[in-house]
């Protein structure tokens, strides 16, 4: 079993930044792939970005250019560093592991095994 929990969501300022963090637990690789997803109200849950246990990286068109993803894997954990925020942005923001291990990360929620229980992140106007 693997546990994920996230941390740093909160309220910002269009325009502004946050840094989500991951960590895992339990029985868990720095090879595995790990994902962020977010979910906005009346939406369905969409891939925002991926990283693979060798640092291969993919964005949502959306993200790109204002998200970075990174992992410690000495920490066993994931990062979301968001830039210029737009209230678009704005969801439940989850982390997700993918026992696959692979050079190319999949965006696709269906792909991942394990799930964080969220962290909102809300970007006024």
């Known amino acids: 079993q693997v546990q994920l929990v996230e941390s740093g969501g909160g309220l910002v300022q269009a325009g502004g930044s946050l840094r989500l963090s991951c960590a895992a637990s339990g029985r868990t690789s720095s090879n595995f792939v790990m994902g962020w997803f977010r979910q906005a109200p009346g939406k369905e849950r969409e891939g925002v970005s991926c990283i693979t246990g060798s640092g291969s990286t993919r964005y949502a068109d959306s993200v790109k250019g204002r998200f970075t993803i990174s992992r410690d894997n000495a920490k066993k954990s994931v990062y979301l560093e968001m830039n210029s925020l737009k209230p678009e942005d704005t969801a439940v923001y989850s982390c997700?592991?993918?026992?696959?291990?692979?050079?190319?990360?999949?965006?696709?929620?269906?792909?991942?095994?394990?799930w964080g229980q969220g962290t909102q992140v809300t970007v006024s106007s």
């Open positions: 997700a592991l993918d026992t696959l291990v692979g050079t190319m990360c999949a965006m696709a929620d269906y792909e991942y095994d394990y």
